[in-house]
């Protein structure tokens, strides 16, 4: 049973538009989740969160959206640059189990030139 | 560079035999966390310790065991191997104790290939 679900395996941009990242959830429970970034042959890296008491939160060129009501939350990159190329997984926990993190099956961005 | 550190980073070995993964975390962190990311699949929470002792486990099998020493690194024991065991093994290591919400830093990963 997947709880946090990432439907779109790839996704392909070019420099300087848009990135849309989308995440879907089913546990109500979530109310905290976070973006990570992964480069080939290297860990994952924490990029953004957001509380389920929020609705956006953003860091520079990175903003991730929470829509409550339709369990979504979505990671907008703009503008997109081709170090932005990488896997992002999306994840999310219930606050009282801190970093328990239940992750997505990740988005492989390309930004193209 | 996190600084987590996991080894081995790669490797292989045959069914039926038995493994241990090594983590040790970054300096200072007291918390450390394992995960299996399997083919196409997310990363999956396998176990948390904190400071010696176990604090949060997640879906791991009977045949895995984990344990952290008084140095706070980790090790990760994988037994009676299986060709479905086959992943990459992340160590991740924070701070906090469990119950706070933060960030966890990730080690490369070790790559077990089960044949």
């Known amino acids: 049973d997947q709880q946090v679900k990432q439907n779109s395996p790839s996704l392909s941009v070019q420099e300087g538009r848009i990135s849309i990242l989308n995440c879907d959830y089913t546990?109500?429970?979530?109310?905290?989740f976070l973006w990570y970034k992964k480069y080939p042959a290297e860990g994952p890296t924490f990029l953004i969160s957001?509380?389920?008491?929020?609705d956006k939160n953003e860091d520079g060129r990175f903003t991730v959206f929470l829509n409550k009501s339709a369990k979504h939350l979505s990671l907008h990159i703009v503008p997109s640059q081709p170090g932005d190329s990488a896997v992002y997984f999306c994840?999310?926990?219930?606050?009282?189990?801190?970093?328990?993190?239940?992750f997505g099956t990740g988005t492989r961005l390309q930004v193209t030139l | 560079d996190s600084g987590v550190t996991q080894t081995p980073k790669h490797l292989i070995t045959a069914t039926g035999q038995r493994v241990t993964l090594r983590c040790s975390p970054r300096?200072?962190?007291?918390?450390v966390y394992w995960y299996q990311q399997s083919l196409d699949q997310g990363l999956q929470f396998l176990i948390q310790?904190?400071?010696?002792?176990?604090?949060a486990k997640g879906n791991i099998l009977e045949r895995f065991s984990a344990q952290q020493f008084p140095d706070l690194h980790s090790e990760l024991n994988l037994s009676s191997l299986e060709l479905g065991d086959s992943a990459l093994y992340f160590c991740?290591?924070?701070?906090?104790?469990?119950?706070?919400?933060?960030?966890?830093?990730f080690g490369e990963g070790s790559r077990l290939t089960v044949l």
């Open positions: 991740a290591s924070s701070p906090l104790a469990g119950g706070t919400i933060g960030e966890l830093f």
């Open positions: 546990n109500s429970m979530f109310d905290y």
């Open positions: 957001i509380s389920s008491i929020k």
């Open positions: 994840a999310a926990t219930p606050t009282g189990t801190a970093s328990k993190l239940t």
């Open positions: 300096s200072g962190d007291l918390s």
């Open positions: 310790y904190y400071n010696g002792e176990e604090r």
